[in-house]
């Protein structure tokens, strides 16, 4: 099975306008996430590293799945987003425990 390589100036503009958001997305949720990193830093409250942890899952870790999976091997388009989905998930239930838990 080979692979077919595009090269940039030649991707359709909906392919590239669709990869550029995709990375807006992870580098404002990370950044979002970093931001409530620090507010667990410097008042030691966990919710706040549940909510970065879960943003993360939410934005960063689909987007990485999705560029190391379709980059690495090829397992086809169902798996990487099976994994997209997991991640997501995951980061829905640790912002739900970080508004809904005890900490």
């Known amino acids: 099975m080979s692979q077919d390589i595009v090269r940039i100036d030649e991707a359709p503009l909906f392919e590239l306008l669709t990869v550029a958001t995709l990375f807006l997305v992870a580098l404002f949720g990370t950044v979002i996430a970093y931001q409530a990193y620090r507010g667990y ?6 919710s706040m590293l549940y909510l970065a942890a879960g943003l993360l899952l939410l ?3 689909p987007f990485l799945v999705n560029v190391t999976v379709t980059t690495v091997a090829s397992p086809g388009q169902v798996v990487t987003v099976f994994l997209e989905n997991v991640s997501r998930l995951l980061g829905l239930v640790a912002i739900m425990y970080s508004l809904y838990g005890q900490h």
């Open 41 to 46: 830093r410097r008042n030691d409250a966990g």
């Open 59 to 61: 934005t960063l870790c």
